[in-house]
């Protein structure tokens, strides 16, 4: 019997192990510094230099870039290395997925990556090493080298849309999935929120891992409350059999 198409939507509590904070948690960023907000707000970051000032000081010292996979994000890969067809549905910005050995094409990152740039004008894009290396050297606001144009990181900001092919493609998965796993998201951040939702009228199994309710708590066939460094390792080997059966 053919595996079933298990889709895992994961928020930034599965990262939180490798050092990443979250951000709406009890401890989360917008709650302990509202202001930083600004700082990841298109408006705002376009129109203020200061702002933008204070972005690229964020992001030297944002531990995002040395961060390691942790126990969640290895047994997400392990689970597509066993031969069971997974696709990531990713809020997260720090590729963390793909450091697992989740292959790229199987990960779709609904807000970007925090490991690039781009160019606001001209659309160049790099690594983001390269950009913060300049900031480190004196650079406080770096331009584009290309035509001069306002750089940010390649993450969608506040204010910015989702990609519309990438979520699209979001919402295919989901549809066709038999398992779906929100995996350390709030669920309140829409549109990916609402794929959970999405996958339940679909007749789709959904499971919750997460530390907080969720407003689709009611609508889980399974909602798990403990630690997901360990919770989620186990709940995928019991989850999908080696005979295929879910």
């Not at 989740?102 to 990960?107: Q, Y």
């Not at 913060?132 to 900001?157: F, H, Q, W, Y």
């Not at 399974?222 to 995928?236: F, H, N």
């Amino acid at each position: 019997m053919d595996r079933p198409l298990v889709a895992i939507l994961s928020g930034a509590g599965i990262s939180t192990d490798s050092g990443i904070p979250d951000y709406r948690g009890p401890n989360g960023l917008w709650r302990k510094d509202p202001e930083a907000e600004k700082l990841v707000t298109y408006e705002y970051y376009m129109g203020d230099p200061e702002i933008r000032r204070r972005s690229w000081q964020m992001r030297r010292k944002n531990r995002t870039l040395k961060a390691e996979p942790n126990a969640a994000h290895r047994a997400v890969a392990e689970l597509e290395r066993s031969g069971v067809p997974v696709r990531v549905i990713t809020q997260n910005v720090d590729g963390l997925h793909q450091l697992a050995g989740m292959p790229a094409r199987k990960v779709l990152e609904l807000h970007g990556t925090a490991r690039s740039f781009v160019c606001t004008r001209c659309h160049t894009r790099g690594r983001m090493e390269d950009a913060l290396a300049r900031v480190e050297a004196g650079e406080d606001d770096p331009p584009c080298l290309n035509c001069g144009g306002i750089l940010k990181s390649a993450t969608v900001m506040f204010g910015e849309r989702l990609d519309p092919v990438v979520l699209g493609e979001a919402l295919a998965i989901t549809k066709a999935c038999q398992i779906f796993v929100a995996v350390g998201s709030s669920l309140q951040v829409q549109p990916a929120a609402g794929l959970a939702g999405v996958a339940a009228d679909h007749g789709a199994r959904l499971v919750i891992v997460n530390a907080e309710p969720t407003p689709y708590d009611d609508r889980a066939d399974d909602v798990v409350r403990e630690p997901i460094g360990t919770a989620l390792p186990a709940l995928l080997r019991a989850l999908v059999p080696a005979d295929g059966q879910a």
